[in-house]
């Protein structure tokens, strides 16, 4: 849907793979070492699913500085109330898009329809439900009418001469910004872990939807790439190692 | 200045040291163990000054693990925007506001007429220059006029009993949070390094004026607390350490 | 005991605090910023123990991020082979002593009668038992002789005119040296949680006994500065935050 | 040269590349997402070379953070007095040979008659000289007696049933051991520039001969793999970014 200024909203979040270096072996030659020194390079180029029983001993065990030889950049496109938390990670690496030395892009967040908007329950024990017809028009409405009004102040202090990284004050937290983001696995899992709320988590999290929604496509890449690693992260209970 | 819902509107930001063990005692003992062992305990509580050469000779040639034993706990309130580029600075420790779990408050930043807000030059070499008048009635306007509105917006999808993070989204970049910051003396030195712009500075740099008033302000704090350190520092370009 | 070159074998380790600025309340006023903002200050000069109730709820729910703002700094002596499992925590500040530029002392550990000496099980499963008085003999005999021999060996040589840097490749692992240790309150109990063997912990690990000995004493200085959150840490398995 | 025990002595390190992710391109794209958002990824897998004057622009300015996202995994061999060095370094990711879980290989670091063996100089500002025939006598006499010695006493204790964590302690500083180190290339850097002792270095470091071979062996690799980087490193005066 476009508006004014080509105002443009979105429901999604954007997580590409830009490159990765990283498969279930290095966890073996990694932990190998200890027991073998040298011989454990004879591992980099084994097939992991020989050492199955390593790998599910090392996620049982929580011995987790194997894990930090496998790295993964992302290209993440996310609204900058999600950008804040996601840049709270400090074991990881940032270049994003520049309020400062760009012009930036109309394109805000709305929340689609599945969107759980009632928060009841109290501090450190809320739950979601379902919003209303009503309250989501609310919503949309008042994001949307935000996004409009900020972009148009945005785009007029551009044109009497402000500088950019004055006139963005005014733009409001659902607009979207890019950046790469480089993990090795095990900072990736501490990620997944606080960030997605499941049920079968030894210790549970409740992130806020939004920041769940780049997890998620996070954790789906992250299980193709290391899929034994990930099949005992599940097994053991999802634990941040 | 107060408006609807009792908009309020700062130009200034707060640094409040919370508390501090840092000392230029710190970095003596901290590097005389290289060379004395347990007789550098000595120096816990020697009169620094009688120490000063060695200072001196540490800030000239970057050594600078001696400095990661002095630690600062700052109170911040700053907008948003300069929020985030603090929060790019990983070697220290974070708890913020939350959002999601509080209810914001109606104070926004609004710039000063001092600010300069015309940005001329290309990427990688920008200067800033004054605003006209009419310039900055329009900063004014707009950022009042969207922190009205938006605060607007934000108390009627509460009213509606949308929850606190998903109502927040519609807020602009300009409203305040509050933070407490724990770091070492060295990370703090690499942060007034970048964050401060000053001719006398081996590699000079062109942080935004709002994240450089709260980096000016910890630095007064920092010289206070460790004079000759700072001294020095000075005298050596202000480089990162 | 002494020998030439007055060679002096100790079984113990050195744990000092030579400062801290850690006490239970640091993680309230930091839990409650995200709640409370510029009320949370109250916090700072409150009673810990009338927020007993929030202190248990964080370590239970594992937010960790508030244990960051109490900082440790202790002096240490500790053999070499302990001295390098210490130094594989990263989030930590460190300053040691300098074979290249310190002539080292002739201090050596030996074990006391009771250390565990014969390892059975395999890895990944070890037990310790005890070692019986012959193996005992054999054990301070080694390392005696060992330690006496090397040491003649590094005079010799530097009386030779060599330089430390190259005489100290003689000295074997069990020489002592010093270090001070600059540490977050999480990053102290991550250490604790990894480096004590305890049968209560949820995750329990089989750390080399020296490096417990310093854990151990580390553990004690943390209970007396930080004792509600220390005694949650023990009420919930332990687990490094 | 093989002695009792097979024990063997080196005056090399192996430092070997197991796998990297690493292109001058790398620090392209994220440079760019700061100014072009998304179109930066165009820059993925463009010719690197026809953005030179950016990379020259960046390692001029010491703009850092694009040089995190190349990573790189080396295999190394060194004694433990360099591995200590190494350690030293935080950002990065290692996982070593234990002493605790395999029995240790008689491998053991002697100077080539090249090593500089005489310190002269005060603390601060030592220069090395070439020793004499005499001298370098003098210490390979001491470091292959000392590493015979111990290694047969740390077989004896292990004959003995003696834990390896316990026979270990006999064993010298130049006993090697292997690890596998992984780096971004920030972090590298930093390394390189720290532990090479270069005149054409803006700040000079004097790091120890043994850990230099190893810098070195990792600077080759380094300027293969990202050649414009590399030469604006050198052009700028080796600071470490």
Redesign the interface.
């Known amino acids: 849907m476009k508006i004014n200024h080509g105002v443009t909203f979105r429901d999604d979040m954007t997580v590409e793979l ?4 990283a498969s279930d072996s290095d966890i073996i ?3 190998r ?6 011989r ?2 004879e591992a ?1 180029n084994a097939d992991p699913a020989r050492s199955e029983g390593l790998i599910r ?1 090392l996620m049982r ?2 011995h987790s ?2 894990l ?2 496998s ?1 993964f ?1 992302f ?1 993440v ?1 996310t ?3 999600v ?2 938390e996601i ?2 990670h ?2 990881a ?10 012009e930036l ?1 109309p394109v805000f ?1 709305v ?1 689609n329809r599945e ?5 009841v329950g109290k ?2 024990a809320y739950q ?1 439900e379902d ?1 209303t017809d ?2 989501y028009v ?2 949309i409405n ?2 949307q ?2 996004a409009v ?2 972009f148009d ?1 945005y785009k ?2 551009l044109e ?15 607009i979207y910004s ?3 983001i ?1 993990v ?1 696995a095990r900072s990736l899992m501490n990620f997944i872990s606080l960030r997605t709320n499941r049920d079968d988590a030894r ?1 549970p999290s409740k992130p ?1 939807r939004e920041i769940e929604m780049v997890a998620e496509k996070m954790e789906e890449i992250f299980a193709e790439k290391m899929p034994l690693v990930y099949k005992y992260f599940n097994e053991f209970g999802r634990v941040s190692p």
Chains 1, 2, 3, 4 share one sequence.
């Open positions: 830009v490159k990765s270096s030659w990694a932990a070492v200890s027991t073998q020194g040298d454990s390079l980099v001993f065990e929580r500085s194997p930090e030889h790295t950049t290209y496109e609204p900058l109330f950008m804040r840049q709270r400090r074991i690496s940032y270049n994003e898009e520049s309020g400062r030395y760009k892009k967040y929340p969107r759980k908007l009632v928060q501090t450190g979601f919003g009503e309250q609310h919503v008042a994001l009418g935000s009004e900020a102040r007029f202090l009497q001469g402000v500088a950019k990284e004055v006139a963005r004050m005014v733009l409001p937290l659902n890019s950046v790469y480089t090795n210790y806020q």
